[in-house]
């Protein structure tokens, strides 16, 4: 055929297909790249990045099962060293929950209302992307302090200012109970969209009381009476009550809806971690049942741990638990074990919410230690050891090192909780590249494009530095 056919018969198809087209318009639409997505895709990508964000293991993005010393790295040991610039994790965190989750959310937000017609469904789903949005900005506000929050993702301030960081949390508490005040648990939700809980209303508002609960005694140090008014309500609207309530993401074993952990350790056929010497030596000192749980044992048949900050060979020691590298293991973002912990310390504190402080610290371990395969019998008889049985004389200690425990594998809270309690008592990494961090400092993009805002906010929290306590942590 020659090229003066081929054109012609060119012609003649395009003249076809534009006949029997009604509407000329759709040849400009790609059916395999929809201009608009349903809110629904919107909520899935932002639920799926945000615990990817949480659960990840990569030194890229995640490191603080290093900072809190569950783990240890092996050859490359920077990122235990408090190595934060070489790979701009300050800088991808940030990204990840502005970018990859709050956008997200917002663009779900703004599409429900075309989406879906009945009222109640409608509200459900409103309500629920705004708790995963008061959950996301949690973590950010209390990372790094002051942040863009009222201007931030608004394409006409292109350099947001930085908001109060206790302004923004207390903004943050309203809005979650407004979106518990909206969710009708009669009614549907994202259903299968939802990868948390299938759209059951029910769970999901026990899971904005449950993180209510959390929000308030994170500032139970700097606002004792309004910790105490916001744990009650939470407790009297309902809050978990047993694992099955756990928030979960379950992967599957095909990617790239995989683990990221199975992601970064197995895909990817790194041996960059082992157990940390610190955490080892905790569980070993009070026959801890998780142990085996959490790590592999040695090489000798026992459990050993690398010294933090230390490069450290990988064979040698424990490493983790080819059950949590698995892709199809799930990501946690708040549970029964970490809830009741939360109300031991709360009734401690003398609120007002059922039960007994020692109550409640022995249903959060028995939770934790069934959480993670364990029986009650194996959690009663570790309770009744001296050295981990409640002591009210000092609760921030028996609360911390059980807190620190139970979020395994969960370092970004075990991070917030070990600088609101004190406890473990850790000791610096061996050669620290700085104190050990109690805040992220903030990303360098920041402070090269959004130059002024930047520094009014480094000034305002005291220093743009790891060592820099924001305003909740007390002590």
């Avoid at 879906?116 to 705004?130: F, G, Y």
């Avoid at 809806?257 to 970064?264: E, G």
């Avoid at 028995?366 to 002591?391: D, F, K, M």
Wanted: include cysteine; glycine fraction near 6%.
């Amino acid at each position: 055929m020659t090229m003066k056919k081929i054109i012609y018969s060119l012609t003649a198809i395009m003249f076809i297909t534009m006949a029997c087209t009604k509407d000329l318009s759709s040849l400009n639409v790609d059916p395999k790249n929809p201009a608009i997505l349903p809110s629904s895709a919107f909520f899935t990508n932002a639920q799926r990045s945000l615990s990817n964000t949480l659960t990840s293991s990569n030194v890229n993005l995640n490191i603080f099962r290093l900072i809190v010393q569950h783990w240890q790295e092996t050859q490359y040991p920077e990122e235990s060293q408090y190595d934060l610039a070489t790979r701009e994790i300050n800088d991808n965190t940030w990204n990840a929950l502005y970018r990859d989750v709050i956008r997200d959310l917002r663009e779900a937000k703004a599409l429900i209302p075309g989406d879906v017609k009945d009222a109640d469904v409608q509200k459900n789903r409103l309500a629920v992307t705004e708790v995963m949005e008061v959950y996301t900005w949690y973590y950010l506000v209390t990372t790094y302090g002051n942040i863009p929050y009222s201007e931030a993702l608004d394409i006409e301030k292109p350099f947001p200012k930085y908001d109060d960081a206790k302004t923004i949390y207390n903004d943050l508490l309203t809005r979650l109970d407004a979106a518990i005040g909206n969710i009708k648990t009669g009614a549907g939700g994202f259903g299968s969209a939802d990868l948390i809980y299938n759209g059951d209303m029910t769970k999901w508002k026990k899971f904005a009381n449950s993180f209510k609960v959390k929000m308030a005694m994170t500032i139970a140090d700097d606002d004792a009476a309004k910790a105490k008014t916001l744990v009650e309500a939470a407790v009297a609207s309902g809050v978990f009550t047993s694992n099955a309530d756990n928030a979960t993401l379950v992967y599957q074993n095909v990617q790239p809806n995989t683990n990221p952990i199975w992601v970064d350790l197995v895909n990817s056929g790194r041996d960059d971690f082992v157990a940390a010497s610190t955490f080892i030596d905790s569980l070993l000192a009070h026959n801890d049942p998780r142990i085996d749980n959490f790590f592999t044992a040695d090489p000798t048949g026992g459990y050993s741990g690398a010294e933090p900050g230390v490069q450290s060979a990988y064979e040698p020691n424990s490493h983790v638990n080819p059950n949590i590298t698995k892709p199809e293991f799930p990501g946690l973002l708040l549970d029964y074990a970490e809830t009741e912990l939360f109300l031991a310390e709360a009734a401690q504190r003398g609120f007002n919410v059922g039960g007994t402080a020692v109550s409640h610290y022995n249903a959060g371990v028995t939770a934790s230690i069934e959480y993670w395969g364990g029986t009650a019998a194996e959690a009663a008889a570790y309770l009744a050891q001296p050295g981990v049985a409640y002591n009210p004389a000092n609760w921030k200690k028996s609360i911390g090192v059980q807190k620190w425990i139970a979020l395994y594998n969960r370092g970004w809270d075990a991070w917030i909780e070990w600088r609101r309690l004190d406890y473990p008592q850790l000791e610096p990494a061996h050669d620290a590249l700085s104190d050990m961090p109690v805040r992220f400092p903030y990303p360098v993009n920041e402070q090269n494009v959004n130059r002024v805002n930047f520094e009014a906010a480094a000034e305002a929290i005291g220093g743009d530095d790891v060592a820099t306590k924001l305003w909740w942590d007390k002590f």
